[in-house]
Structures are given as C-alpha cells and as structure tokens.
C-alpha cells in the first residue's frame, strides 16, 4: 500500500513519468504508419500487445513483483486492460489508418478535455480556473502546431478516424480511473502486466478479421513492432502508471497535450524536417498551457482524489 503523506517534492518525478510516456508515445503515430505497410492495424496492435506482456513478464519475474490479483480486483482489472489495452490499440490503430499521423495526434490533444468533463460527471471533480485556461491554451497550440487550418478537406474516412481517436479519449480517461484505483494496491509493474496480458487475450481474437491481409512483415515493420511493444507500450505505460501514483487523472491526462510538441520534434531530428515560426509559436503556448494545468491550484475534490 503507498503512503499518501509522501512528501509533496516527489511529484516532479511523477510530472517527469508521465511526461517520458508521452515522449515515447508521440513515436507510436509515424511508426505505425510505416509498420502497416506489411502488417494490418489490428494484427499489429495485438503483435506490439504481445511483446509488451512477455517483457512486462520477464521484468516482473526478475523484480519478483509477479503476484496474482486479489479475487475481489480481478474483474475491473481485466475491464481497465480492456480499456488501456485492447480499446486503446483497436481504436487507434484503425483510426491511425484511417486519417493523417498529425490530425491524429491533434485528436489526441482533446483528451484533457474529456477528461475534465467525465471527472466533473463521475466524480464530481471541479477544474480550477488556471487549470482550465491551461488546457484551453494548449489545445489552441497544438491547433497552431499541426496546422488544423490545412485539416478542412472533406474525407469521410479521415471523420471516422478522428472520431473513433475521440472514443478512444472516453477509454482512456476509464482506464485511468481505474488505474488509479489499482495502483494504490499493486506496484505499477505487476498492475501493468496483468493490464496488458488481460488486454491481449481480449485482442488476438479480433486480428482474424485481418487474415486477408496478411503477409510477410517486412524487418522494418517487424521491428517498429518490437520498438512499439517494448518502449511504447512496456515503457509508456510503466511510467504512465508510476506517475498516477500521486497525480491526479486529470493532471494526468493534461500532459498529453506534449505529444504534438514531441511528434514535431522527433520529424525535424529524424525526418530533417523544417519547422517555421508558426509551429514554433505553438509549442510554446502548449509549453505555456501544459505549465498552467499542472501547477495550478487543485480543486478540493482534485486533492482528495491524489490521497485516496
């Protein structure tokens, strides 16, 4: 069990987790891309699915953090990796297929935001004035970052995209409340085993719709699975869930505002691409958003929901 009167200090290395997942996940949209040009969206989620549960097992077998689950957890255990794993790997993989990498990620900065609005409707949670002009900012600068004004062709395909992306964020915010339930019993590698392992055993299923569409991966494609499966996955939610331990979900889930501000970063470093004023006037306001939703006065019910 933690010790909720941890000293308050140590939530920097809880900001610093869930920031280092957002890193690793804003890899996952143009990797994915790349991967299913031999491999579909749904026999690659369950393949990267797969890696993440055996080194997940590997690592909770050398920490000797490999315990089974109380009986009374075991069935919203099994839901949360439903929702965290087998939702969120379905949903966006598809929707990746379906719409561009960056609206993608653009979608992904309105999670804050159905987060805030699910906490307000299941918990009760209030959002302090700071922390909503926060994540108000930084929605505008991911917004001015992915250039939504280029977004408004017409591509129903891209629609269905974006909205099964949102559906996602509905998942997710679950998943997180959750988890943060969980992790105040279990460590976050043993809660995050069973998580994936659950999630894994409810999607290898569904990649038999796919069995049209296999054929011989590519290596690319066979590593980027590996790369998805131990750093996106293994290590993202590892870290993710380590920060929930004193964050709360909605602090949390703010933070996804970053991954445009890393996915520009890893194109300039990687694909040398250029970035203009423009983007990098948004970064900054997501820079500035993010800083005012994390550091801004909790709400009473935001306090009570970190300690409980």
């Known amino acids: 069990m933690l010790n909720p009167e941890k000293p308050e200090k140590t939530r920097i290395f809880h900001l610093a987790a869930v920031i280092l997942a957002m890193l690793l996940w804003s890899t996952a949209f143009a990797a994915s891309k790349k991967a299913y040009l031999t491999i579909p969206p ?24 490999l315990r089974l689950p109380r009986r009374q957890d075991l069935f919203l255990l099994v839901l949360s990796g439903i929702l965290g794993v087998t939702c969120n790997f379905v949903l966006q993989n598809i929707a990746i297929s379906l719409t561009s990498a960056s609206e993608g990620v653009m979608i992904c900065a309105t999670f804050p935001l159905i987060t805030v609005i699910l906490e307000r409707l299941v918990h009760g949670v209030g959002v302090s004035p ?15 970052i992915t250039g939504l004004h280029n977004l408004g062709e017409e591509n129903n395909w891209r629609l269905l995209g974006d909205l099964l992306l949102m559906l996602n964020g509905i998942a997710w915010t679950f998943y997180s409340f959750l988890t943060r339930r969980f992790i105040k019993v ?4 043993s809660l995050t085993f069973f998580q994936t392992a659950a999630g894994t055993i409810f999607l290898l299923p569904l990649t038999c719709l ?27 939610y590892l870290a993710y869930n380590f920060g929930l331990e004193r964050l709360s979900t909605g602090t949390a889930v703010s933070l996804f505002n970053l991954m445009p501000v890393f996915g520009v970063l890893f194109a300039v470093l990687t694909l040398r ?24 006065k909790n709400t009473p019910e935001e306090t009570a929901e970190k300690v409980t």
């Open 42 to 65: 749904l026999t690659l989620g369950a393949g990267r699915s797969l890696v993440a549960t055996l080194g997940l097992f590997l690592v909770a077998l050398a920490l000797g953090q």
């Open 130 to 144: 700071g922390k909503a002009i926060g994540i108000g900012l930084a929605i505008i600068g991911v917004a001015v």
């Open 186 to 189: 279990y460590s976050p590698i």
């Open 210 to 236: 796919e069995v049209s569409q296999w054929q011989a991966p590519s290596a690319t494609a066979i590593g980027i699975t590996i790369f998805l499966g131990l750093f996106c996955s293994v290590g993202g």
């Open 273 to 296: 691409e250029d970035i203009d004023l423009i983007q990098l006037a948004g970064g900054v306001i997501v820079m500035v958003g993010v800083f005012l939703s994390v550091c801004g």
